[in-house]
């Protein structure tokens, strides 16, 4: 299957192009943390596929569930991994639910913000007029991740919500990633307010579609790809959205999640980095019997065991192994794995063992 220049909606499958993607499409919508930078870490080849996809004329949104930096922090951020970015290009998860409480709030409201200087600026930007306090009577309660965010500030919204105010928070992760591991998320702390106040929220940011239009909509274009490390939240809400994906192996989803992804959750094109944006994408090919082609390598699941064939022979593989596979490889046995759940559901899907991509430096 190839993509077609005008194609908007992606399937359910992996996805070929002809054209190099930042050529095939003309706005990436590229997710930060686990994409363009990990944390306070450079991730390799970055920097080489956004600017090199700027150069080839598309156009650039960084899309962010992240709503604790201002844009002018975001791009400066950019900058020090060495990829070009200007604050105008930053779509925030701050940005998203600013926007959101606009269906819902005029401007010039009063509103209390549980979170830190990025969603500030965004409300304030929206015309917004910030209080800190519940007896203020504000209109609403917007709540975003921010190291500052404590028990007093998550109190203080509490009141006001139980006094009438509406709930909005800009994105619901559970969890934040960090150089130590997994910390607690907007999400979870948002579940907090919400069980202490007993009412609902409205929600932003990714996995909802919302955020990818409003972005698509500020940042122009016809043809947009979504880019992320996430399944269940950068690809989610780019398949809700009716956005192509590209998933990249630089962030929190491994190649094993990916095999097994449901619907859903599935990529249009896959990669292990950000030149994915600079290349073409082989078309995968259904063979008989259940096997897909990407150009040197077939795979085919058979009776819970997934097996490849490439140029130096065959392979078998088991659940206790940690497996190696070359990109190509990679791309067919998501193809056979996601054929077989879709025709078995979850039972079709084979024992496999932890998965590792290597791409090629040159085709």
Same mark, same amino acid.
């Given at each position: ?28 919508? #590229? ?22 996809? *700027? ?22 951020? #950019? ?44 409300? #304030? ?169 990407? *150009? ?21 593989? *088991? ?32 024992? #496999? ?11």
């Amino acid at each position: 299957m190839t993509a077609t220049a005008g194609s908007h909606q992606p399937s359910l499958g992996l996805l070929g192009s002809e054209q190099a993607l930042a050529q095939a499409y003309d706005v990436a919508l #590229l997710d930060l943390d686990g994409v363009c930078f990990a944390g306070q870490a450079r991730i390799d080849h970055a920097a080489q596929g956004v600017n090199g996809a *700027r150069a080839a004329g598309m156009r650039l949104s960084f899309v962010t569930n992240n709503a604790s930096r201002a844009p002018r922090t975001v791009a400066d951020k #950019l900058g020090v991994n060495s990829i070009e970015a200007y604050p105008s290009e930053v779509f925030s998860a701050a940005m998203d639910a600013a926007a959101l409480l606009g269906e819902h709030v005029d401007p010039g409201s009063p509103v209390l913000v549980i979170g830190g200087d990025g969603l500030r600026q965004a409300l #304030l930007d929206e015309g917004y007029r910030l209080v800190d306090s519940a007896e203020d009577h504000p209109v609403a309660v917007v709540q975003g991740w921010a190291p500052e965010v404590d028990w007093a500030m998550m109190s203080e919204g509490v009141y006001a919500i139980r006094d009438g105010a509406i709930h909005v928070a800009t994105n619901t992760d559970a969890t934040l990633p960090t150089e130590r591991g997994f910390a607690l998320g907007n999400g979870s702390l948002v579940v907090a307010v919400a069980n202490a106040s007993g009412k609902e929220y409205l929600a932003g940011g990714k996995p909802f579609p919302g955020i990818y239009r409003r972005a698509l909509a500020r940042a122009g274009g016809s043809r947009p790809l979504a880019v992320g490390d996430r399944l269940d939240t950068d690809l989610v809400g780019a398949r809700a959205a009716g956005i192509a994906g590209m998933h990249v192996l630089t962030g929190v989803s491994t190649a094993r999640d990916v095999v097994l992804a449901p619907a859903e959750q599935r990529p249009t094109y896959l990669h292990t980095d950000l030149r994915g944006l600079l290349e073409p994408h082989p078309a995968p090919q259904a063979q008989h019997d259940g096997w897909w082609r990407v *150009r040197d390598w077939t795979a085919r699941v058979d009776q819970g065991t997934a097996f490849l064939h490439g140029p130096q022979g065959g392979l078998e593989l *088991r659940a206790a192994e940690t497996t190696s596979l070359p990109l190509d490889a990679y791309r067919a046995l998501a193809c056979a794995v996601w054929e077989q759940r879709d025709l078995h559901g979850p039972a079709g899907a084979p024992a #496999l063992p932890v998965l590792s991509v290597t791409a090629p430096e040159e085709r």
